[in-house]
């Protein structure tokens, strides 16, 4: 009887330690972007009035006013709940990733193929949405209630204070668990679009990079192949950005339209305010993505969790 073969240990898919990564990556790189985040959210969300009138004139005017109207802690609303769910989202994305590139791979020591890079990238993209759409929809609303607040009271109204946790159970009790997918076609429009760009770019940019004596990347070049990859894939899928963002914002100020759909989103923003509006807080996204996914990336290949977990 012949002796089956065993796969040697580099050829098996470790499964575990790539999870904890992923977590600790999202945990720390969340922490460090979030403000940023904060911004690009309400210079999305804004729309400019019939006479060019905006509550914010640019990225560093919405940072000054949001910090003296809300402090500190303001830059922060709603990392709550981006931090409580990034783990489960970029353990998803960048595991995911690596999973069906390893499946994917021709075999032993020969290089994927672009169109096999992106299929691994668009996969874990679309894999993702399952955490990102709530964390998303529930983090915007944190997000922009500051912005939502402000245009309210200078039309002399005023809007309830929220709560992740309130506006979760109002959701669900008004349409099930389905309350919390408001947005899922154009949140996978963005995600799948941006892994298929993120990933093999990454990959290749990385592989340009020195490597240690094991094979593995040094932590500088998987910071700057992240940094580089996440900028650009940010900048071209940032039309679809904005139009999730619009879509998922469910508290609007006085005057902004609502959407029916995807499509009713694109024909009205460009009706309204032309097509730089889908380029909306688009230097916020690139200056948010590349430290997210160059400090994701780095923890990642820096293998952290395997040195916790001591798996060599």
């Not at 580099?10 to 904060?38: E, T």
């Not at 690596?98 to 299929?119: N, V």
Request: glycine share 10%; hydrophobic share 40%.
């Amino acid at each position: 009887m012949a002796k089956q073969e065993v796969p040697a240990p580099s050829q098996k898919f470790k499964l575990v330690p790539k999870i904890v990564n992923g977590g600790i990556a999202g945990i720390i790189g969340v922490s460090v972007v979030f403000p940023l985040d904060l911004v690009k959210t309400r210079l999305q969300n804004q729309v400019i009035g019939p006479k060019g009138e905006r509550m914010y004139t640019s990225m560093f005017d919405c940072f000054k006013k949001t910090y003296k109207a809300e402090g500190y802690f303001g830059m922060y609303k709603g990392s709550g709940v981006n931090i409580l769910l990034i783990t489960p989202e970029k353990a998803i994305k960048l595991t995911a990733n690596d999973m069906f590139r390893h499946y994917l791979s021709p075999g032993p020591g020969q290089p994927l193929p672009l169109e096999r890079e992106m299929l691994a990238g668009g996969s874990a993209g679309a894999c993702q949405i399952v955490i990102t759409t709530p964390m998303e929809l529930l983090k915007i609303q944190m997000q922009d209630a500051g912005r939502v607040a402000a245009a309210a009271k200078s039309a002399g109204k005023t809007v309830p204070k929220i709560s992740a946790w309130s506006l979760t159970q109002d959701l669900f009790k008004k349409r099930g668990i389905m309350g919390l997918y408001q947005g899922t076609g154009a949140t996978a429009l963005r995600d799948v679009t941006f892994s298929v760009i993120y990933f093999p770019l990454f990959a290749r940019l990385n592989d340009l990079g020195p490597k240690r004596e094991d094979g593995s990347s040094v932590f500088w070049c998987s910071f700057l192949a992240g940094c580089t990859a996440g900028s650009t894939a940010a900048l071209l899928v940032n039309p679809f950005d904005v139009i999730k963002t619009r879509l998922q914002a469910i508290n609007k100020a006085p005057g902004e339209p609502t959407y029916n759909g995807v499509l009713d989103c694109i024909l009205t923003t460009m009706k309204n305010e032309g097509p730089t509006a889908f380029f909306k807080g688009g230097a916020c996204r690139m200056i948010v993505i590349a430290p997210l996914f160059g400090i994701a990336q780095t923890v990642y290949y820096l293998g952290v969790a395997e040195n916790l977990l001591g798996i060599k």
